[in-house]
């Protein structure tokens, strides 16, 4: 299995990358299987980079803030408008609820037939795992002021973990446990940021997946353009045993 960081910029498209998406990518009887986790503002453009669009198997929206899901907007243009024709195949997109009749609103004008006739939104569930292709997708709810979920992705025996926006929850612990590559909200800065229940320190991710035990790596993420990242990784490296990594854009990771 295979991480790519297309977009890590947190609540806002950085000077240096697109808001949050991530690539996660593995064989299986013969082909690759591309799994996009979440769409935010100016990622689309970048994940092109990487991907053909019409090659995605799925979409995981963490949750409906636009530097999660906005680009799904442009995802709908490039599936029903291809010179060649449009694609056949509904895109199933695993979302919280409301997530179509979002997203559908943001697109002002759709034709007659509306955004599922071409995406294919899915309630999320914490209850029941999701299969698509090698992937296993088990979800949790976290620690937002909106509904949103982080998500534990198993496949070739590996296990990516990525919060979403969070803070500190119960959820984390098994969110975390034995992943190997925790990808951690890191929005907040310690002794700057009070205010709880929206996102991690760098500090708290370390907490956190030092507390679930058995965690490989740890890789901070969503960190906003007017952070300094190093000062986030400082801040988890005072908990964290070994090396605090950063997520870089339009770079790819072994899990």
């Known amino acids: 299995m295979r991480l790519t960081v297309v977009g890590c910029s947190g609540s806002f498209a950085g000077p240096d990358s697109p808001a949050s998406c991530y690539l996660v990518t593995a064989e299986h009887e013969g082909r690759t299987w591309r799994l996009v986790v979440d769409l935010g503002n100016g990622a689309l453009g970048a994940l092109q980079r990487h991907i053909d669009l019409a090659d995605i198997d799925a979409v995981l929206i963490s949750h409906l803030h636009p530097d999660h899901c906005i680009d799904l907007t442009g995802l709908y243009v490039t ?55 090698p992937f296993v997708v088990r979800t949790f709810l976290v620690d937002h002021p909106v509904e949103a979920y982080g998500f534990r992705v198993e496949a070739d025996g590996s296990v990516l973990a990525y919060s979403g926006d969070t803070d500190a929850c119960d959820a984390l612990g098994p969110l975390f446990a034995g992943a190997d590559l925790v990808l951690a909200d890191s ?69």
């Open 187 to 255: 929005a907040f800065v310690e002794g700057r940021d009070e205010v709880r229940g929206v996102h991690l320190t760098g500090r708290r991710a370390a907490e956190a997946a030092l507390a679930a035990g058995g965690v490989g790596r740890l890789m901070l993420t969503h960190i906003p353009a007017w952070n300094d990242p190093e000062v986030c990784r400082a801040q988890a490296a005072e908990v964290w045993p070994g090396e605090v990594e950063l997520a870089r854009p339009d770079t790819t990771y072994e899990v």
């Open 79 to 133: 599936r029903t408008y291809r010179p060649q024709g449009a694609l056949t195949e509904r895109l199933p997109v695993y979302a919280p609820a409301g997530a179509g009749e979002r997203l559908a609103a943001a697109y002002e004008g759709i034709d007659e037939g509306g955004m599922t006739g071409v995406l294919d939104f899915r309630r999320i569930s914490t209850s029941v795992p999701t299969h698509i292709g």
